[in-house]
């Protein structure tokens, strides 16, 4: 019988316990820093640009809705959601309200709706010149390509 593998967005942590990510890039660049890799590395190999640190947070996660991967953004620093309840701080899983509580902290990113740029909408085409008028009534050109007739005389 063989062994169900795991969702790619699950993510073992250090207490034994697991976690779910949004996103299989939120949850390789969690688990790529539980590993050891700086987390700016991390993230970035899965292709998620982090604003600097201290960059103010204009659309903040709700911690409620907190989950694998997200980013607690401090001035100097960055902090790992782990759920709505836990987080990572210096390899250990500690409570997420601890780490919102802590000097500098300016709020709960996700990292992977950071940096999309918004869809461009595509270009109008130019309009089709006007068809032209076929009215018979209207139409000069001769219908035929025979020569017209001299008049003599």
């Known amino acids: 019988m063989m062994e169900a593998t795991p969702p790619p967005t699950a993510i073992s942590?250090?207490?034994?316990?697991?976690?779910?990510?949004?996103?299989?890039?939120?949850?390789?660049?969690?688990?790529?820093?539980?590993?050891?890799?700086?987390?700016?590395?991390?993230?970035?190999?899965?292709?998620?640009?982090?604003?600097?640190?201290?960059?103010?947070?204009?659309?903040?996660?709700?911690?409620?809705?907190?989950?694998?991967?997200?980013?607690?953004?401090?001035?100097?620093?960055?902090g790992v959601a782990l759920s709505s309840v836990k987080a990572l701080q210096?390899?250990?899983v500690v409570p997420a309200s601890s780490i919102a509580a802590s000097p500098g902290f300016l709020g709960w990113l996700d990292p992977s709706a950071v940096g999309a740029p918004a869809p461009t909408p595509a270009p109008m085409p130019a309009p089709a010149p006007p068809a032209p008028v076929t009215d018979p009534s209207t139409n000069t050109a001769p219908l035929a390509s025979a020569p017209l007739p001299i008049p003599t005389g």
């Open 13 to 78: 942590l250090p207490d034994g316990s697991t976690a779910n990510a949004r996103t299989p890039e939120l949850a390789q660049a969690v688990k790529a820093h539980l590993d050891g890799k700086p987390l700016e590395e991390a993230y970035r190999e899965q292709h998620l640009e982090l604003p600097p640190p201290g960059t103010p947070v204009t659309n903040p996660v709700d911690p409620s809705r907190l989950s694998a991967g997200m980013l607690a953004v401090f001035n100097d620093h960055y």
């Open 90 to 92: 210096d390899g250990q």
